[in-house]
C-alpha cells in the first residue's frame, strides 16, 4: 500500500471518528434536554400553545350550533316501539329466536356462533335465558357453568356506519340455522328480511338525524395559557376524572347503559391529555362534549355541562364559546336547549329513549 492509500485511510477514519463524536454529542444533548425538561416540570418547557387554526377532536357527528334549527317533526315510524320485547332486544335487532324444552350448557351454542361469527360485521350477540329464570344474559359474558333454555341471535339492523345488508341477514340466519341442527330446536324469526332491510333504512335515518353532538369550549381569556396542573384541578373540582381515552369524563352517578355523561377534551388535536406530561402541558383553549342521544335526560346533562364549564373557566381564566368559537351568550344557551328538547321529544317518538339501552347501541359514545 502505497502512501496515498495509508493517507486516504487515515483521513476515512478521521471523518467517522468526528462523525460518531457527533452523533454521540447529539444524544448526550437529548439526555440533558429530557432530564432538565424532567427536573422543571411545570416551568414552561413546552413554550407555545397549539395554532388557532387546529381542528377539534370530534369525529364526523352534528354539532348543536345556536344559530342552527332543530330537526323538522317526522312521523313516528311504523313498528318502531318496544312493545312484544324488552331490551336488549326489539325495534333494532333482527333476531333468530331457538326455543328449547332441554338446558343447553354455554359453550355447545357459544362455540357454533364463534365459528361464524366474523361474516357479520354489524353488532351481534347472543343470548340465552338462563335455566329456572326469565332475563336475558350474553353467552360471552357468562360462566361456563350456566344452562339456558331459550336462545336468541340478535343482530342489530344499524349503526353509524350504515344499514345492514341482505348479505349479513343470510349470515345471521345460517347460523341460526346451524345452532337448531345442532341443538335440535325449532327456529323462529321476529321478522321476514324485507321487514328487516326496511326497518334496517329507517334506523339507518334515525341514526343520521340524531347522532348530535353538544359542546361548549373554554378559550383562554385573562391567562395566555391553560396549564396542566390547573387543568387537573379545575377538572376535579368540576367533578370530571381522567380516564378512558387520555381526556377527563364526568360519570353517570346511577346505574345505566350510559356510563360518562360528558366529557373535556383538549379543543385542538390530538384532544387528549398525556397523563406523564401533564405538568408541562398548556393550551389556549379546552371543549366539554356531550352525545345527546346516548345521555339520560339529555337537556338536564346540558346544563349540568354548562356548569362544568363555568367552573373551569373561572378558575382558568378563561370565557365561554359556542361550536363555531363565538361567545355563549344565555340566548345561545336557550337556543341549544330548544334543540336538545326537539330531539328528545322526537326521539322518544320513534320509541328510542335517550339513554336507554338501545340508544347507547345506537350512538356509542
Known amino acids: ?46 413554550p407555545e400553545a397549539p395554532a388557532r387554526e387546529a ?16 330537526p ?58 338462563r335455566e329456572g329464570g326469565r332475563a336475558w344474559a350474553n353467552l360471552s359474558k357468562d360462566p361456563q357453568t350456566a344452562r339456558y333454555g ?8 344499524a349503526d353509524r356506519s350504515g344499514a345492514v345488508n341482505e348479505s349479513e341477514l343470510n349470515a345471521i340466519s345460517q347460523i341460526g340455522l346451524k345452532l337448531a341442527d345442532t341443538l335440535n330446536r325449532p ?6 328480511f324485507e321487514q328487516a332491510l326496511e326497518r334496517a333504512g329507517a334506523l339507518d335515518k334515525f341514526c343520521s338525524e340524531f347522532d348530535v353532538i353538544a359542546t361548549v369550549n373554554v378559550l383562554a381569556d385573562s391567562a395566555p395559557v391553560f396549564r396542566g396542573p390547573a387543568i387537573e384541578r379545575a377538572a376535579h373540582e368540576a367533578r370530571l376524572e381522567f380516564g378512558t381515552r387520555n381526556i377527563f369524563h364526568r360519570k353517570n352517578p346511577e346505574a345505566g347503559a350510559c356510563r360518562y355523561l360528558y366529557s373535556l377534551a383538549n379543543l385542538y388535536q390530538p384532544g387528549s ?29 346540558f346544563m349540568e355541562m354548562v356548569h362544568s364549564a363555568q367552573v373551569l ?10 361550536a363555531d368559537r363565538k361567545p355563549l351568550s344565555e340566548a345561545g344557551l336557550r337556543a341549544i336547549q330548544t334543540q336538545i328538547r326537539g330531539i ?22
Open 273 to 301: 391529555f398525556d397523563p406523564l406530561r401533564l405538568d408541562v402541558f398548556q393550551t389556549q383553549g379546552l371543549t366539554l362534549f356531550m352525545s345527546v342521544p346516548s345521555v339520560p335526560d339529555p337537556l338536564a346533562v
Open 150 to 157: 331459550l336462545l336468541a341471535l340478535a343482530l342489530q339492523l
Open 313 to 322: 373557566a373561572r378558575r382558568l381564566g378563561g370565557r365561554l364559546f359556542d
Open 72 to 129: 323538522a317533526p317526522e312521523a313516528k315510524a311504523e313498528g318502531s316501539g318496544d312493545e312484544e320485547l324488552d331490551e336488549p332486544f326489539g325495534s333494532i335487532d333482527f333476531i333468530c329466536f331457538l326455543p328449547g324444552d332441554v338446558a343447553v350448557e354455554r359453550d355447545t351454542p357459544l362455540g357454533i356462533y364463534k365459528q361464524s361469527e366474523y361474516l357479520i360485521d354489524k353488532p351481534h350477540r347472543l343470548y340465552g335465558q
Open 55 to 70: 381542528q377539534p377532536p370530534w369525529n364526523e357527528r352534528r354539532v348543536l350550533r345556536p344559530d342552527a334549527p332543530p
Open 1 to 46: 500500500m502505497g502512501l496515498r492509500g495509508a493517507l486516504l485511510i487515515l483521513g476515512l477514519l478521521v471523518v467517522a471518528i468526528v462523525a460518531l463524536n457527533a452523533y454521540d454529542r447529539g444524544r448526550i444533548k437529548q439526555r440533558l434536554l429530557a432530564m432538565f425538561e424532567a427536573r422543571f416540570k411545570g416551568l414552561g418547557v413546552i
Open 187 to 192: 327456529t323462529r324469526f321476529n321478522m321476514t
Open 344 to 365: 328528545v321529544e322526537q326521539m322518544v317518538q320513534h320509541g328510542i329513549t335517550p339513554g336507554s339501552v338501545n340508544a347507547v347501541r345506537l350512538f356509542p359514545p
